[in-house]
């Protein structure tokens, strides 16, 4: 079992609709990120969160320590928004900067 | 714009030959990490720089190195090439100060063996 989890692996979904992205973990963790991949490779980071909630135009990720468990939101959803998002988790039983990540979400957004 | 580069974009090369890949990090980002991510898969962690020294490592075998320098770039060599290495390799740096977790990723370099 993977120590990160995300559902769905693909979503497909109509311009304007709300995205929940989510994202579970085994570990414990000192932060989390979610990441945003285009298709060529490079990956931009959104957030990083260690507890509550955080916004940032569109996008809003959460996160529940307890439950181990973290979502990303989108709404207003537009064709750009088409990527892979990739959840990462920070161990906290590691002594430096190792991020473990999860196999991505490949979300398409049709016009 | 997270001003981290990495060099090649592409490269091929054949089972069996080395390969240097580069990264250039932002002034002042002392730690980098590499991370080798396969086609459908999520990145997966090589190794991590601190102040030019190893403090980390993944699954990976010792023909994967590395080199981190004091002008902030760093180095990924891979020895004897196998064809399971064929991926997308991604570098990270952070900025100190940030309790370590901003992490500014480069584009990364697409490594095909054939």
């Known amino acids: 079992k993977n120590e990160v989890e995300q559902s769905p692996q693909n979503l497909t979904a109509q311009e304007g609709e709300f995205i929940t992205i989510n994202c579970s973990y085994s570990?414990?963790?000192?932060?989390l990120h979610w990441l945003q991949q285009h298709p060529g490779g490079g990956i931009v980071s959104l957030f990083m969160?260690?507890?509550g909630k955080k916004k940032h135009g569109r996008l809003i990720a959460t996160i529940n320590i307890q439950e181990k468990h973290s979502s990303l939101h989108i709404t207003a959803s537009h064709p750009r928004d088409s990527a892979v998002y990739i959840c990462?988790?920070?161990?906290?039983?590691?002594?430096?900067?190792?991020?473990?990540f999860g196999t991505g979400t490949r979300l398409t957004i049709i016009p | 714009e997270t001003g981290v580069t990495q060099s090649p974009t592409h490269l091929i090369k054949t089972r069996g030959q080395q390969v240097t890949l580069r990264c250039s990090s932002q002034?002042?980002?002392?730690?980098v990490s590499w991370y080798q991510q396969a086609l459908g898969q999520g990145p997966q962690f090589i190794f991590q720089?601190?102040?030019?020294?190893?403090?980390g490592r993944g699954n990976f075998p010792p023909r994967f190195s590395g080199l981190q320098f004091p002008n902030y770039s760093s180095e990924l060599n891979v020895n004897a090439l196998e064809l399971d290495d064929s991926a997308l390799y991604l570098c990270?740096?952070?900025?100190?100060?940030?309790?370590?977790?901003?992490?500014?990723f480069g584009p990364g370099t697409r490594l095909t063996v054939t």
């Open positions: 990270a740096s952070t900025r100190p100060g940030t309790g370590g977790n901003e992490q500014y």
């Open positions: 570990v414990g963790i000192s932060a």
């Open positions: 969160l260690s507890s």
């Open positions: 990462a988790v920070r161990p906290t039983n590691f002594g430096n900067e190792k991020l473990t």
């Open positions: 002034s002042g980002h002392n730690t």
């Open positions: 720089y601190y102040r030019e020294e190893e403090n």
